[in-house]
């Protein structure tokens, strides 16, 4: 199923490039991009949710393009609702208040965005201190949400909500492949964030 939802996205975007990511790449990236300390932060990252949600901010950053989470199916080509000039596209799922956004789709059309950023500098902060108990507060849409608190950053993001865009994608979840007991929100309520 999962391989189904990745073969979508690219038989519906066939001008666009593709990348898959696992532990070993993402922590060559960290190491060829932000050198051995970064990548030995990387590692030390005990649950693979926590793991994903600091490789996806910090690989946008650095290149931009677009992160979709493998549970998320395309639907239609980006070209229908996507502004591919857009400098940087997230989306709010429909429990979602104003400022929170999620962090499974992330478009920035050019690398360096100031709202990424600013992410980056919180997560890599907390991932040098291996600070933090919770993955969504510190790591994942948590800081998102806490980044566009400031109004600067927050107008250089277009937010698209969710429901506006359903027939071109179906925003899915990690919890539609895993039981709930391996699932990120409950592994983080007893083990550690970090190895």
Known sequence: MLREMTLTWQRLN??????????????????????????????????????????????????????????????????HWLDPQSPLVLLRRPHMHSAQVANGFIYAHQPQHPFLEAVWSSIASALARRAGTGVWTMFGAGIFGKTLMDVNLARQVRVVEVRDITQHLSFGSSSMFMPAEQHWSTREKHEPLYL
């Open 14 to 79: 066939p001008g666009w490039s593709y990348r898959c990511f696992n532990r070993a790449t993402a922590s060559l990236f960290f190491k060829d991009v932000f050198g051995v300390s970064v990548q030995e932060d990387f590692l030390s990252i005990r649950l693979p949710a926590m793991q994903a949600d600091v490789f996806r901010v910090a690989y946008i950053l650095t290149y931009g393009g677009l992160w979709a989470d493998a549970a998320t199916t395309c639907l239609s080509p980006l070209e």
